[in-house]
C-alpha cells in the first residue's frame, strides 16, 4: 500500500496504516540516526518527532561491522523495551531490523535498502558531517550482503521522491506491497516532510484514547 502523504490528512494516513501495525504499546521514540552523522536531540528532525513523545538515541559507528552496531543500538535501548523504532537512511535500515528482532514497530524514513550498494562511494577514508576523520573497509560494506532490509516485522516506510541519494522508485521496488509506504514529493535524501510524518506517527502511536475514539469534531 502506498500512500501519498501530501494528498491525505495524518489522521487518515494513520487509520489507514493502523491495520497494519496492531498490538503496539509504546510511549517513547528511539532515534537511529544516518551515516556519518550522529545522535542531537537538537536535530530538526529529533525535534520534530518530540512533539509526539520522548526521543531517546545514541551515536554509532557505521564503520564497526553491522552486527556490531546492531548491538550498540541494542544495548542502549535495553533499559526500556517499549520504544517506536525511527530511523533516516542508515539509521532507517537499523530501524527495520531492530524493530523486527526485538517485536517492536518501527518507521523507516528514507531508508538504505541496500546498504552494500549505497554505502560503495564512502569506503575508504572519509569525514562525518561533524568533523571526524573514519575509515570504512570494504569487507563491511560486503558484509551486508548478507543482511536484506527487513520487511517481516510491524513497520512503515516514509519516502521523499526527490531523494537523490538513496532511489526512492528503487525502494518502492524492494518493499512493494509488503510493507505500508507513505510518499511525499520532491524533498531531498535529509526528508523534508518531518512535520508531517510526525503528525502522522503522534496519531497513530501516541494519540490518547480519548481523541481516538471521540467525536470527529
Not at 19 to 35: A, E, L, R, W
Not at 176 to 183: N, R, W
Request: aromatic fraction near 10%.
Amino acid at each position: 500500500m502506498v500512500i501519498d502523504g501530501a494528498k491525505t490528512g495524518h489522521h487518515d494516513i494513520a487509520d489507514r496504516i493502523r491495520p497494519f501495525i496492531q498490538g503496539t504499546n509504546v510511549d517513547h521514540i528511539y532515534y537511529c540516526h544516518g551515516f556519518a552523522s550522529h545522535f542531537d536531540a537538537n536535530k530538526d528532525k529529533v525535534r520534530a518527532l518530540s512533539a509526539a513523545a520522548i526521543v531517546d538515541g545514541n551515536t554509532v559507528d557505521y564503520t564497526r561491522p553491522p552486527h556490531k552496531v546492531f548491538d550498540s543500538f541494542q544495548k542502549a535501548m535495553s533499559a526500556r523495551r517499549n520504544y517506536l523504532v525511527v530511523g533516516t537512511s542508515m539509521g532507517g535500515f537499523f530501524a527495520a531490523w531492530l524493530g523486527t528482532e526485538l517485536g517492536l514497530p518501527y518507521v523507516a524514513i528514507n531508508p538504505a535498502v541496500t546498504p552494500s550498494h549505497s554505502l560503495q562511494k564512502y569506503i575508504g577514508e572519509g569525514g562525518t558531517h561533524y568533523g571526524t576523520r573514519f575509515t570504512l573497509r570494504e569487507e563491511t560494506v560486503e558484509a551486508y550482503n548478507a543482511l536484506p532490509f527487513r520487511m517481516d516485522g510491524q513497520g512503515l516506510v516514509a519516502l521523499d521522491m526527490g531523494d537523490n541519494v538513496i532511489d526512492p522508485q528503487g525502494t518502492l521496488q524492494i518493499v512493494g506491497d509488503i510493507l505500508p509506504i507513505v510518499t511525499f514529493p520532491g524533498g531531498s535524501h535529509r526528508f523534508d516532510h518531518m512535520h508531517k510524518l510526525a503528525a502522522v506517527i503522534r496519531s497513530m502511536f501516541f494519540r490518547p484514547p480519548s481523541e481516538m475514539h471521540g467525536s470527529s469534531a
